[in-house]
């Protein structure tokens, strides 16, 4: 659904170019992700937009499982890109990343 709204205002590709962790115990840790965005403006120009996502993570089994995370006011932030006009709500309905 994430990937359909995201796709549905320009935006054509997502990385991480920083990523940051630190352990807090033995099953514990924040993740601190600077993702890359690439847009295109209506222009027909293509833009880039670096943010900020920190993630909680905790390890069951040996594999990392995201359980909480803290983002921007990304609707904010696309409002101010032109991404998404103002008077209506960016609706991504789901991040990316499970939650259990």
Same mark, same amino acid.
């Not at 807090?24 to 403006?41: E, G, K, V």
């Given at each position: 659904?994430?990937?359909?709204?995201?796709?549905?205002?320009?935006?054509?590709?997502?990385?991480?170019?920083?990523?940051?962790?630190?352990?807090?115990?033995?099953?514990?840790?924040?993740?601190?992700?600077?993702?890359?965005?690439?847009?295109?403006?209506?222009?027909?120009?293509?833009?880039?937009?670096?943010?900020?996502?920190?993630?909680?993570?905790?390890?069951?089994? +040996?594999?990392?499982?995201?359980?909480?995370?803290?983002?921007?006011?990304?609707?904010?932030?696309?409002?101010?890109?032109?991404?998404?006009?103002? +008077?209506?709500?960016?609706?991504?309905?789901?991040?990316?990343?499970?939650?259990?």
């Amino acid at each position: 659904m994430a990937y359909e709204f995201y796709k549905s205002i320009g935006i054509t590709r997502m990385e991480i170019v920083d990523l940051q962790i630190t352990g807090l115990n033995q099953f514990h840790s924040i993740c601190s992700a600077t993702w890359r965005t690439w847009y295109i403006q209506k222009n027909g120009k293509e833009k880039t937009l670096d943010f900020e996502i920190v993630y909680l993570v905790r390890f069951e089994a +040996g594999q990392p499982k995201i359980f909480a995370y803290i983002t921007p006011n990304e609707e904010a932030i696309l409002k101010e890109k032109g991404l998404v006009p103002n +008077g209506e709500t960016a609706k991504p309905t789901q991040a990316s990343a499970s939650r259990n």
